[in-house]
């Protein structure tokens, strides 16, 4: 790859994964959400696996830390959702607004968004499959981009 576009890309895609960051925590008032800020946050480091390689990639991501912040999305999708199912006897009840008024308050509260717009528990689960969408797409990028070095070493 050329000097130019590896000074291009590095501050590309910190501005790429900022804006998917800001998708994320704004995506119960705005178009968006979790996936799509996950996408774009994978978007940027893959734009980075793909400019510098993997070995010298600014962005590191380890399995450790892929297989721990997937766990962490898809364990807390299931709490929240859980929650829901053992408070009202529905999953992903929105147990932050409580609509029907099914929930004692003080469980209301702990999921109350601080928010004016008050979405319950909506941001929560953004973030959550932001998390898992984003270590997702970047890991099936990573594992591409190391197949032709292990069909190499064979």
Same mark, same amino acid.
Request: aromatic share 12%.
């Given at each position: 790859? !050329?000097?130019?576009?590896?000074?291009?890309?590095?501050?590309?895609?910190?501005?790429?994964?900022?804006?998917?960051?800001?998708?994320?925590? %704004?995506? &119960?008032?705005?178009?968006? =959400?979790?996936?799509?800020?996950?996408?774009?946050?994978?978007? =940027?480091?893959?734009?980075?696996? +793909? /400019?510098?390689?993997?070995?010298?990639?600014?962005?590191?991501? !380890? &399995?450790?830390?892929?297989?721990?912040?997937?766990?962490?999305?898809?364990? %807390?999708?299931?709490?929240?959702?859980?929650?829901?199912?053992?408070?009202?006897?529905?999953?992903? *009840?929105? /147990?932050?607004? @409580?609509?029907? &008024?099914?929930?004692?308050?003080? +469980?209301?509260?702990?999921? &109350? *968004?601080?928010?004016?717009?008050?979405?319950?528990?909506?941001?929560?689960?953004?973030?959550?499959?932001?998390?898992?969408?984003?270590?997702?797409?970047?890991? +099936?990028?990573?594992?591409?981009?190391?197949?032709?070095?292990?069909?190499?070493? @064979?």
């Amino acid at each position: 790859m !050329s000097t130019i576009l590896k000074i291009f890309v590095f501050p590309a895609a910190f501005i790429i994964i900022c804006l998917g960051i800001l998708t994320i925590l %704004g995506g &119960h008032i705005t178009p968006g =959400g979790g996936f799509q800020g996950g996408a774009m946050i994978a978007g =940027g480091i893959i734009l980075c696996v +793909i /400019t510098y390689g993997v070995e010298k990639s600014p962005i590191q991501l !380890s &399995h450790d830390f892929i297989s721990t912040v997937e766990s962490v999305g898809a364990l %807390g999708y299931i709490f929240l959702g859980l929650v829901g199912l053992f408070t009202t006897g529905f999953f992903l *009840y929105n /147990t932050g607004t @409580d609509f029907y &008024h099914l929930i004692a308050s003080s +469980i209301v509260n702990i999921f &109350h *968004y601080p928010d004016v717009t008050n979405a319950g528990i909506v941001p929560y689960l953004n973030i959550l499959v932001g998390l898992k969408v984003f270590v997702g797409l970047s890991a +099936i990028v990573i594992a591409f981009s190391q197949f032709r070095r292990i069909e190499d070493s @064979d």
